[in-house]
Structure formats: structure tokens, C-alpha cells
């Protein structure tokens, strides 16, 4: 931060932000200091500029915050796992296929999974579902009968009669056991609608996963069969004459897998047990590698829960060539490869972009410090050090100076517990506190070396940068599991940020903020953001918002949904883009509906109190009809606050 103006390069905003290595080559800083966006990964040359999206939504009247979804974003990284896979069975001289699902959890959203199942089509990439609603969508959308459908998650009747209902239409749904009672179930079902079911077995596997999903794997986890429950599903399917059913073996090791090792690791141990099984006459064809396909959320390719220490290339070659290797020392034959990537998919395709409406900052509030007669002496020492600066410019004694100020605060503050200390001198108090901390801060920037604890002055002083969203809506992982969203302002990039900030959202929640961000090392507190201008609209984007975070966003104050923008790039464009749908977020009414109220009800309610002010006189009528449609008006309007 101590970059003069002159010297401010986009390569310094970069080493701020670090959007290239969090952007998986679909984002970067444009010399003009605005957020490009590179929706295909096969055309380089082909950028949007953000700021540039941000100004035709607000010509056609679009509200903010809204989340923009960048639909060439999920078919390039559809199209990249799935030719990655081939390519790299292909080179391995691998002797079974690769057959991807999408697992509908992770962003169940019509238009995501309409756009999925289109690009995937060419690759027979299919769909996972987990409960009895994501099956009938699955049912409904994936059509290619020459993809998978995995269905996972606990099922009850009416669930295997569904997957039973795939099968009568020709679609390849694999049922997944996780509990032996299941497998029971489903054969009295199968044998009473006279249909063979094709089993997926889920083992538990004893490798434990790396990040905060590690626990999805071992003895304790929620999912799956010991190999135990196994060998007894085995025979159970012998008995009942339907073992050549059993064709898929499933396990599951954790989501956002942050180190490669424990993927090797899984791949070792799984690979023993299909081989096992296969020796054992179990005619098994396909090996599901579950989820956990990580996302570098943070740019620092490492094991920290919001990053990973690999990437694409290295996790296919490993599951390839793994199962290989451990295939042909078994003498046994090369499964189909299945695996569940969400994350991955979905991540980069969506992010949310609101404006700052307004600034929170310590030492914001001035108030007159002037002497008066027979004021405490803690206020007239207080004074004597914010004229002792000068001097302690001179010395190199802030350290000094931020003891003694420090100290004189605490004694304000008991003073004025013991009511010694008046509201006007506390008043003066605290504004010559946060005034001399503010000298203290702009002097130490121009010394080569900073006292240790000086350093924690800037923390002090960092404002919070009020932002139109909702927390809980948008980045509900940021507030839940302290998951690291990058957040990054789309434009003035060219220009050195001075402020360093948190965001607070607009719910009335304490923990309606983020205050983690990515840093130079390690976790930030705070960001660097340039200082807000008046009568000009100051952007920011919350980017990789794209799995989980737009379907896992709650009701918190009645917010509800954001306004939704679907971009498509189109090179022939002059701004090679163009927007191809608006979805509306939600309406006063539709959060207020969702909460068993009756918005009719409610306006009819506002108009009689309303027409009884008026037969009282209080209120006239010209004025009573347009409270009434300034009630009905808000009533339609958007949740979140206008600009």
C-alpha cells in the first residue's frame, strides 16, 4: 500500500486481488482497469468487459444486486472435464470410458441444468440426483439415453419407483444403495413390477478426504456399506437370482478435496475393492468416483480449506491412471469412470454484483474539541498530544504517543462509568482519540520500518463499506463455513485503492458481513477499495458464487432472490456480448406469500385504515389513493434497496 499514484500499475492491483489465479483464465484486470471477462476457454481473444455489462443492465432498468451468469463459462468447463477425461484415457491406452454426471445439488437451477445436459449431450455427460424432487427434474431433463443418471441419498418407496419409472423409459438410472434395507425395498419392488434395477453399491471407504467435508469418508460416515454390508448385498442379490444387477461401485471422500494425495489415496484403496469384487463373479462395469473436484477460491494453490494443491489435469491423470495401474497388477478389467464434479462445473459461471451505498467508518463523526472552562484533565491531555505530533514526527516517537492516547481513552471511559466525565468531553475524547490515530497512520507510511503493534492502526481505522446484498442470500457459505469468495471491484483498477475495508450487507444481523478475504499469505481481514465518490456508482463483484451459493441463500429479513442476468458472448457484437434473458428476483409479495401471507389481504387491510383516517379528516382523499398505491407499489417491488 505505500505505492505513490503515479507508480499504480494493474500489475500491482493483480498482486491485490489476484484475479488471475483465482480466474481459472476466465477473468482478468484490463489495462483500463476494469474486470474482463474470457467466457470460452478456446477463444483467448474474446473478453467482456464487466463494467460494460453492468451499464446496459442499468439502461434497461435491471435492479442491483443481481447475479450475472455467464452460461459460456459452465459449457467451456463441461467441455474441458469431459475432453480432459478422454484425452487423457485415450493417451493412457485406459480400455473403459469416461461417463460424467452433474450432481443437480450443487445448483439445481433450470437454466444450469438445461445448459449442462446441452453441452454435455455430445459426451454423454449425465445427471446425479440425491432426493425424490432432483430425480423428477432428472427424469424430465435428461433425456440422452446413452447418459448415466446416479441417484444417490436415502430413498424411500415413492423414490425407487421413480428410478424404477426411468428404467420402463429407457433411461440408464444406476440406484445407489447407501443401506442395506434399500436393497430390500428395491427388490420387492423390482420383482413386483417385473424390472430389472441396476445397483449401485456405495462403499465406505477408510481413506479419510482433505478440507472440512474429510468426514464424508471412514467408519462414522453418514453414506454407504462396510465392506461387510457389501459381500452380504451380494449374496442377498444372489438369492434373489438379480446378481448380474449390480454394476456400479460408488464411494465419496469429501467435497472441495483440498490435497491430491488423499484422491490418490482413494483411488488405491477403491481400486482394490472393485478388483476384489470382480474376482469374486461381481459384474460390475462402472466405478463412481463421487465429488470433490476442488476450486481455488482463494488463488493460492495450496491445502488451505479454500484452495487445492492440484488442478484439472492432475486429477484426471491420477483416477486414470490409478485405476490403470492397480487394474493390471489385479489382472482385471478397466471400469467405466464416473465422477460427480459440481463445484468445479458451476463455480466460475456465476457471480454477484451489487453497489456501495454508503461508508461506516470510526472516525467519520467530527464534534467541536474546543477548550472549555474547567474541562477534566483527561480532555486537556488528549489535546496536548495531538499538538505533540509534530514533535513526534520529528523523534519517531508514535509508538509513545499511541501508549499514552490509548491509555487516556481507557481512562475516559471509567471516568465517565463513574460519572466523573461528561457526554460533551467524552464526545471530545473520542474524536481526538480517532484524530490522532489517523495522523499516527498517515505519518508511519512514510518510515521504512513500523512498529509491530502500530501496524494493528490500520486494522482500527478500516471502514466498512455498506453494500446492497444479503449475505445470507448471496454468500451464505462466506457466513456459514467462512468459505473465501473473491471480491474484487469491477472497475478503477488503474487506480490505487486507499481505503482498506470490510462489507457489511443491508440485513439488520451482526453477522450479516464478510470480513475474510484473500490476503498477500494468508486470510485478510480487510480489503484495499479506492474511496467512494459522490453522484457515482461504485460497483463491486462477489465472483465464483456459482455452487451452492444460488440455490443455498435463505429468506434472512425477507430479502429473497436476486435479479438474474443471463450473458451469452457473441463476437460479431461491438461489446461481444449480448444479454439473452432477465429473470426477475423476487417481489415484496412473493417473500411475503412464501411466509404464509396474503398480500391482497394485506393491501385491502392498509385501504381501510387509510379510508377511516379519511372519514375522520385526518387524511384527505387525493392524498388517501396515493398512499394506498404507494402501499400496492411497494408491495410489487424489488426487496432490496434502490439505487
Excluded at 444387477?245 to 484403496?269: M, P, W, Y
Excluded at 492432475?314 to 459440481?342: M, R
Excluded at 520529528?394 to 509513545?400: G, R, T
Amino acid at each position: 500500500m505505500k505505492t505513490s499514484l503515479t507508480q499504480w500499475s494493474i500489475e500491482d492491483a493483480e498482486n491485490i486481488y489476484q484475479v488471475k489465479r483465482w480466474g481459472n483464465g476466465y477473468f482478468d484486470i484490463g489495462e483500463n482497469g476494469d474486470i474482463h471477462v474470457i467466457p470460452r476457454y478456446d477463444q483467448p481473444n474474446l473478453k467482456i468487459n464487466l463494467k460494460e455489462v453492468v451499464k446496459e443492465m442499468q439502461s434497461e432498468g435491471i435492479q442491483f444486486p443481481a447475479v450475472i451468469r455467464f452460461h459460456d463459462i459452465l459449457r467451456s468447463q463441461v467441455e474441458l472435464l469431459n475432453k480432459t477425461f478422454r484425452n487423457t484415457i485415450e493417451e493412457a491406452n485406459y480400455e473403459g470410458q469416461y461417463f460424467g454426471v452433474f450432481p443437480v445439488k450443487v445448483n439445481q437451477m433450470r437454466e444450469v441444468i438445461e445448459e449442462i445436459v446441452e453441452a454435455g449431450s455430445r459426451y454423454n455427460y449425465g445427471l446425479e440426483a440425491g432426493s425424490k424432487p432432483e430425480l423428477i427434474a432428472a427424469l424430465a431433463y435428461n433425456t440422452n439415453k446413452n447418459s448415466l443418471t446416479i441417484l444417490n441419498g436415502y430413498k424411500d418407496e415413492e423414490y425407487l419407483r421413480l428410478a424404477l419409472l426411468g428404467l420402463k423409459i429407457d433411461r440408464n438410472i444406476i440406484i445407489v444403495i447407501e443401506k442395506f434395507s434399500e436393497l430390500i425395498k428395491l427388490v420387492e419392488l423390482a420383482k413386483t413390477l417385473d424390472i430389472k434395477p441396476i445397483i449401485g453399491l456405495r462403499v465406505k471407504m477408510m481413506v479419510k478426504g482433505r478440507g472440512k467435508w474429510e468426514h464424508s469418508s471412514g467408519e462414522r460416515a453418514k453414506f454407504g456399506l462396510s465392506i461387510a454390508e457389501i459381500l452380504n448385498a451380494v449374496a442377498y442379490l444372489e438369492d434373489a437370482g438379480l446378481s448380474d444387477c449390480v454394476k456400479l461401485l460408488h464411494f465419496h471422500i469429501g467435497s472441495q478435496l483440498t490435497d491430491i494425495r488423499a484422491i490418490k489415496e482413494a483411488v488405491q484403496e477403491a481400486s482394490l475393492v472393485y478388483s476384489k469384487l470382480i474376482k469374486l463373479g461381481v459384474p460390475l462395469e462402472y466405478v463412481d468416483v463421487g465429488g470433490g473436484l476442488a476450486i481455488d477460491y482463494d488463488g493460492s494453490q495450496s491445502t488451505n480449506d479454500s484452495s487445492c494443491n492440484y488442478n484439472l489435469a492432475e486429477y484426471v491423470s491420477d483416477i486414470v491412471y490409478g485405476f490403470k495401474q492397480n487394474c493390471d497388477l489385479e489382472s482385471v478389467p478397466h471400469p467405466h469412470l464416473v465422477s460427480e464434479s459440481g463445484r468445479a462445473m458451476t463455480a466460475h459461471h456465476s457471480c454477484v454484483i451489487t453497489n456501495i451505498i454508503g461508508e461506516i467508518h470510526p472516525s467519520g463523526t467530527q464534534y467541536s474539541t474546543g477548550k472549555a472552562t474547567g474541562e477534566h484533565i483527561i480532555v486537556t491531555n488528549i489535546r496536548d498530544l495531538e499538538k505533540g505530533l509534530i514533535e513526534a514526527e520529528k523523534n519517531n516517537s508514535h509508538q509513545e504517543i499511541y501508549n499514552d492516547v490509548t491509555q487516556l481513552k481507557s481512562q475516559a471511559m471509567q471516568a465517565f462509568k463513574l460519572g466523573i466525565l461528561s457526554l460533551d468531553e467524552l464526545a471530545k475524547v473520542e474524536t481526538l482519540y480517532w484524530r490522532i490515530l489517523n495522523t499516527i497512520e498517515q505519518q508511519m507510511h512514510l518510515h521504512e520500518f513500523i512498529p509491530e503493534e502500530l501496524n494493528d492502526i490500520s486494522e482500527m481505522l478500516s471502514s466498512q463499506y455498506l453494500a446492497n446484498f444479503s449475505v445470507f442470500q448471496s454468500a451464505a457459505d462466506s457466513w456459514a463455513i467462512d468459505q473465501i469468495l473473491p471480491v474484487v471491484p469491477i472497475s478503477r483498477l488503474n487506480e490505487k485503492p486507499t481505503k482498506l475495508c470490510s462489507l457489511v450487507d443491508i440485513t439488520c444481523d451482526s453477522d450479516g458481513k464478510i470480513d475474510k478475504f484473500i490476503g498477500q499469505d494468508s486470510v485478510a481481514n480487510n480489503i484495499p477499495m479506492h474511496t467512494l465518490k459522490e453522484e457515482e456508482d461504485y460497483f463491486i463483484g462477489i465472483f465464483l458464487t456459482g455452487a451452492y451459493q444460488d440455490v443455498m441463500g435463505d429468506m434472512h429479513n425477507l430479502f429473497g432472490r436476486l435479479n438474474e442476468v443471463h450473458i451469452v458472448s457473441y463476437d460479431d457484437d461491438p461489446k461481444d456480448f449480448y444479454i439473452e434473458e432477465v429473470v426477475n428476483g423476487s417481489s415484496v409479495d412473493n417473500v411475503l406469500s412464501t411466509m404464509q401471507y396474503t398480500p391482497a389481504i394485506m393491501a385491502q387491510m392498509i385501504k381501510k385504515e387509510i379510508d377511516a383516517q379519511i372519514a375522520r379528516g385526518k387524511i384527505k382523499p387525493r392524498e388517501g389513493v396515493n398512499l394506498i398505491d404507494f402501499y400496492e407499489a411497494c408491495l410489487n417491488g424489488y426487496t432490496y434497496l434502490k439505487q
